[in-house]
């Protein structure tokens, strides 16, 4: 799917920034332009207006985490902590440490919202499920406490909390963001290693074209929607 | 060895499921083939008519018990039928269908064996017919069940087996090791145990069962060896895995409990049985045990020793 919709960006709307062909179009833009309607494109078995697809593909907000200028101080750890009134010692974002030493450094690992989540593909209990804007969420009210997203998860950014019985991960603090501000992590980090926005606004779109943003384990098949990464030395 | 997310409650359910559905196929082919009218008194039959359902329902149970938030509000358990994407939404489908059709099957073989129970209670509802047609009820019922339990021994391969993140899992074997591991349990169960208990030489009667059960346990040996083989070429978590199974802590185990009292014994003792059709009294049970305990450990085993990729 994914290369025939690469096919169609790059068709319609001349050349693409280099290094990031999928999400170089804004679908802002690209409906603008009036063919999104008109397009056709094979999603699965089935054809589909080309702006749907896009809606697929694209999410609305980007976090990209520079590991560049990350310290690994934990200051997002403990901001998720108690911004989601977690226990003591649990968040919804782990660091890995990567790297031998001295040229260690800290991978700040949360849930990517993948476009092709495993975590939702498997819930019996459908509790997992996109938001129109693409981040990934939990309904608290229906997830039965399965575990099998937590399985199935790569990232290993579930979290069971023992005393609601329900199995639940990073939400993107997504009433702040909908109301225009900023999620915890993000708030916290002092370091300013953590950059979030509106995939066309200005800073975003800027790095996101210069290329040197890159999801965290693409063979995973996964398509993290939200969440890139600036790689130490890239 | 450390156990993920999921572990003995998830891995005695597997188990559970894979026997009773085993010991439903075990039953009900003896049913359709006609064995069963040419003795007496058939213990396969009826033991493996009357434990599926039950064996099947407590494995339920235990899992509904691994539960979070749907033990707390069991009426969230309906939500698990929504997802037609989720093999668990699968195997909760074929459960709801196979577990009352387990325990009709059960209930029509007791009332086949005592006739007593139906006119005792014809005595007091006297609406009752005085016989059933219980060989052609039986039949229906058992061609149904037998699909309802391939479906409940394969999902629970498949329900491991599409988890992309645990690399040892993700194998096309595991279903197929889940489905002849629950038939060699179901018959461990009715055959090697039960029947060996009711009639101590039984494998006079049944010349051919003990080619067919060393034929599945060789089976199992080669599947269980193929997924760890194909782990450990495969390198990264997956080899991690598999030299947790092979070397590490689970190691006992799987060569004591599953290798050597769960496989290789029931093999020989199914050898010897073949040549000189019959089983003794003592190794014919020996073997059931072994071989039920190897269904347990080997799904405990597969499951605690789950690495998931590094991130």
Redesign the interface.
Known sequence: MEQELEGQVADTDGPLPEGDKRTGLSRRTFLKSGLGGVLMVAVGSKWIPFSQAMEQVETDYVMIIDLEKCTGCGACELACNQRNDLPEGKSFIHR?SKGDDPDCWC?P?QCQHCQDA?CE???????TYHHPSGVVLVN?K???????C???????ARI???D????NKCWLCLDYVLGGGQPACVQACVKGARIFGRRDGLEIAEILASGRTEV??PE??TKPGVVRYIFPGS | MSEHHWGWLVAIYLFLGGMGAGSFIVAALVELSGERYKHKYCPTTMVGAGVSGPLILLGTVLLIFDLGAGLREPWRILNMFTNPQSVMTWGIWILSLFIPIAFLYGILEIMHVYPGILAGARKRLHFLPETLPYRNIKRIVCSVGIALALGTAIYTGVLLSVVRAVPLWASAILPALFLVSAISTGMGLCIDLAATLAIPDVHRRFKNLPLIHMVLIGLEMGLLALLLVTALNQGGEAARSAKLILTGDGSIAFWVLVIGFGMLYPFMVHVYAFARHSHGYVSGILSGVGIIIAGLFVRYIIVAAAIPVVV
Do not use: Q
């Open positions: 890995v991978l690992v495993p593909e498997v819930c019996p209990a459908s509790a608290e229906t997830c039965v406490g399965c575990k099998y937590a399985v199935a998860c790569p990232y290993e069971y909390d023992e609601t019985g329900v199995v965290l384990h995973f098949g």
